[in-house]
């Protein structure tokens, strides 16, 4: 959960953490930007100074890094939450996002869509973490269903046994899929490992 | 973990047994020695100053204090044994909980097991000599032993000096080390950055498939151990290393009253400056070496750690019946 505080000027401000409450999921910020703890490890010597020797991740860039804290320090908490959104549409420059409750609007540049904009199809669902409010990352429904574009009309030409043939469907992401597969078909796709699971039903 | 199995132990059954078989073996080791198995309180009046440690604290209200009277709970038996040897025991050791308020992680329970010993008329290297006599009565095979002091580990891992670096050199050295985070790290001592460069740069490279004593520390980290001046000052003090987990902690002891008054001073007002709260020294060891402790090393080991080397895990909870999360 997010921690909000309203300071004496009426605006929101992070709660801070110690280290003490370090723990895997907990978002804070670093030289600026928005980190997601991954491991937290306390190192101390029998007779010495403790620290905490954090694993993050860098929530913009998705870079794991490594920083050492000394134990009882305080960092500022990032405001970020996840969120269910709506894939409205596309202008070529933003990926324009809906809040299905409250219908609010929110857009995303490329680098928070990054390698996800190959399987947004208008409509879907999509998982959008939000730091302050504005879209750092998109994930996609694990399934999706596209209509293939673009592909290998033949079932023969596979001699090589690999059982396969590239389709280019309507997002613009290219996958292997089994013979059969025809153009204007739907298929049904995992957008973790980008494979072809099956055919989808036609509504 | 889940709700539903919290009840469960984290150490395995066959942990368990090897632990009761540790501590019969440890047991036996002693007997064989002449060395004495004591019992002193966990409770004490007094707490340990160190301001690396924090003690847990509880309130006795009976008899004798019908208005209640805080008590702290030990961090090492150390202070009870020295009276016992002030008081003639002779050699002695204790295996006992200790508890330590803020650890907890992959090597920290806040309450976990310490074999603690005592050796008069043994200096501090004759002690290291019994430590791995013991460690060895424990594996499968006898351990290769090494022996470093302070400066020389610094010299070869860190090409430094610990005894003279300056604060500034230090952290120039956690810098271009590579120690994530270094640069904002706000430590204002020479002894906080010596401890992390040990603890991220040295500690895991040390004792791997046998044992590393490490000895003559910085005096500034002397603790309750002998200092001796010449040419730089070193405390006479000594650590065991096995696989990059730290096992043990041995002194020459501290004999003087009025050495150890002076520190216990030092720390409190080191507690203050850092914002922690002073503690009530024990005005019972300043009274038992005024009364005279022999000369002697002790040592305390973390048999929760040794087992852990043992059993070949990684994390404390995996050799404890049930860790604070559990408890």
Redesign the interface.
């Given at each position: 959960m997010m921690c909000a505080a309203i300071d004496m000027l009426g605006e929101d401000v992070m709660a801070s953490y110690s280290t003490?409450e370090f723990k895997g999921g907990l978002k804070i910020m670093l030289d600026g930007d928005p980190c997601s703890i991954i491991e937290n490890?306390?190192?101390?010597?029998?007779?010495?100074?403790?620290?905490n020797?954090v694993k993050i991740r860098n929530l913009k860039t998705g870079r794991v890094?490594?920083?050492?804290?000394?134990?009882g320090?305080s960092v500022e908490g990032a405001d970020v939450h996840e969120t269910e959104m709506q894939y409205l549409y596309t202008d070529g420059e933003f990926w324009h996002f809906m809040d299905p409750q409250s219908y609010e609007q929110v857009s995303a540049d490329q680098a928070a869509v990054a390698e996800s904009a190959k399987w947004l199809k208008e409509q879907d669902m999509c998982l959008v973490t939000l730091w302050n409010g504005a879209p750092i990352i998109v994930e996609p429904p694990k399934f999706v269903i596209l209509n293939v574009s673009d592909t290998d009309p033949g079932l023969k030409g596979d001699t090589s046994g690999s059982g396969g043939k590239p389709a280019t469907l309507e997002t613009g992401a290219v996958v292997r899929v089994p013979l059969f597969v025809q153009i204007g078909e739907a298929i049904k796709v995992d957008t973790r490992s980008g494979e072809y699971v099956s055919r989808a039903k036609e509504d | 973990m889940t709700a539903s199995d919290e009840w469960r132990p984290s150490a395995a059954v066959e942990t368990i047994r090897a632990r009761a078989e540790m501590l019969a073996r440890i047991r036996q080791f002693f007997k064989r020695i002449g060395v004495l198995e004591v019992e002193t309180p966990i409770c004490s009046r007094y707490a340990t100053t160190d301001p690396a440690l924090e003690s847990f604290s509880t309130r006795y209200t009976g008899p004798g204090a019908a208005r209640g009277r805080d008590l702290y709970l030990h961090t090492s038996p150390e202070f009870a044994m020295k009276r016992l040897l002030a008081a003639g025991s002779g050699a002695i050791y204790q295996i006992c909980k200790v508890f330590r308020n803020g650890e907890y992680g992959p090597r920290h329970n806040p309450e976990f097991s310490l074999l603690e010993w005592y050796r008069p008329g043994l200096d501090y290297h004759q002690l290291m000599d019994e430590v791995a006599q013991l460690v060895n009565t424990l594996t499968k095979q006898p351990m290769s032993v090494e022996r470093l002091s302070y400066a020389e580990l610094f010299e070869d891992y860190l090409d430094l000096n610990p005894h003279l670096a300056t604060g500034d050199q230090l952290r120039q050295c956690a810098i271009s080390q590579g120690v994530a985070g270094a640069e904002q790290l706000a430590i204002e001592d020479r002894d906080g950055w010596l401890d992390l460069l040990m603890s991220h740069l040295i500690e895991p490279r040390l004792g791997q498939g046998g044992m590393t004593f490490v000895y003559d520390y910085p005096a500034s980290q002397a603790a309750l151990a002998r200092i001796r001046e010449e040419p730089t000052p070193v405390a006479e003090r000594f650590e065991l290393y096995m696989e990059g987990i730290e096992i043990a902690n041995g002194f020459q002891e501290l004999t003087g009253a009025e050495e150890q008054h002076r520190r216990f001073e030092d720390d409190n007002h080191r507690r203050r400056q850092s914002h922690q709260t002073a503690v009530p020294m024990d005005q019972n060891l300043l009274a038992a070496l005024t009364a005279g402790l022999p000369d002697c090393s002790g040592v305390a080991l973390g048999l929760d750690r040794l087992l852990m080397v043992l059993t070949g895990v990684a994390d404390i909870r995996q050799v404890v019946t049930f860790d604070i999360s559990r408890a």
């Open positions: 003490n490890e306390f190192v101390k010597p029998g007779k010495g100074q403790a620290f020797r890094l490594e920083k050492t804290f000394k134990s320090e | -």
